[in-house]
């Protein structure tokens, strides 16, 4: 499997698409073994990735399914091994996308435009909705995770950026990532930084009210610590330091 590559972040793919897997649970089995690459993955944990509710006879069919996954794949099929415990797929990380972003997400340089770098790489491996064609209950759960570590990454490559000083050209980004994303309080304060450092604090400061009046009528509290810290700065017409510098993250 050495030349294979296998894509998670979107719809299952195998080689960019060269190689086709139609079934279904195939594609959820595949999927779940190249989720933990190069690790086993229990037999019951399969079961539960491919089925909502497993059929009676769920490890027979499983392995059935090994099987016929294996043909499917051809070559590539005979790294698919039976463990102790269940099965593992015996590929190298950087042969799955979704492991690849995890290695550049995680890397740590000193020097911000390297981070950067890697960053802008990492989300450029994302094709979609992490897992998007998989139907069971427990892989949709798979697949908000990983959404939420793109968000997450999102989050710090805008951070990064207006670090450097492309706060003008991140309004729109952030404006539609605070549409999307309303009840995301993160991308509402890089948008108010954003703006007051582009010289239109009233703007920054009408995001506040909006983000605040949101919050009250659907959730019934008000933003958290640093959106209001932020809010109260731009009031004050005091000095903002880097994004980084307005504490961690309050979290509800």
């Not at 972040?9 to 933990?36: F, H, M, P, Q, W």
């Not at 770098?117 to 450029?124: I, V």
């Not at 670090?163 to 994303?181: F, I, K, Q, S």
């Amino acid at each position: 499997m050495e030349n294979c590559r296998f894509g998670l972040l979107g719809e299952l793919s195998i080689n960019d698409g060269a190689v086709t897997l139609k079934a279904g649970k195939l594609r959820c089995l595949l999927a779940a073994l190249l989720l933990r690459a190069g690790r086993p993955v229990a037999q019951a944990d399969l079961v539960e990735q491919i089925w909502d509710e497993p059929p009676s006879r769920a490890n027979s069919t499983l392995q059935v399914y090994v099987v016929r996954l294996r043909q499917a794949l051809g070559g590539l099929g005979s790294s698919i091994l039976r463990s102790s415990t269940g099965y593992r797929i015996d590929v190298d990380t950087d042969q799955v996308d979704l492991h690849r972003f995890r290695g550049l997400v995680s890397r740590q340089d000193a020097d911000v435009r390297t981070q950067l770098g890697d960053l802008r790489e990492a989300l450029s491996l994302w094709r979609g909705p992490a897992l998007a064609d998989m139907a069971s209950e427990t892989m949709r759960f798979e697949a908000d995770r990983l959404d939420e570590e793109r968000l997450v990454a999102v989050e710090r490559r805008i951070e990064l950026e207006i670090e450097l000083g492309a706060h003008r050209e991140l309004v729109p980004e952030l404006r539609a990532l605070t549409r999307r994303y309303p009840l995301r309080e993160r991308f509402a304060e890089f948008l108010m930084l954003a703006l007051h450092r582009g010289g239109r604090s009233a703007d920054a400061l009408a995001i506040y009210r909006d983000v605040h009046r949101m919050f009250a009528d659907e959730l019934g509290v008000r933003p958290g610590r640093r959106l209001a810290e932020l809010n109260d700065q731009i009031l004050s017409g005091r000095e903002i330091g880097a994004p980084s510098c307005l504490g961690p993250l309050n979290r509800r």
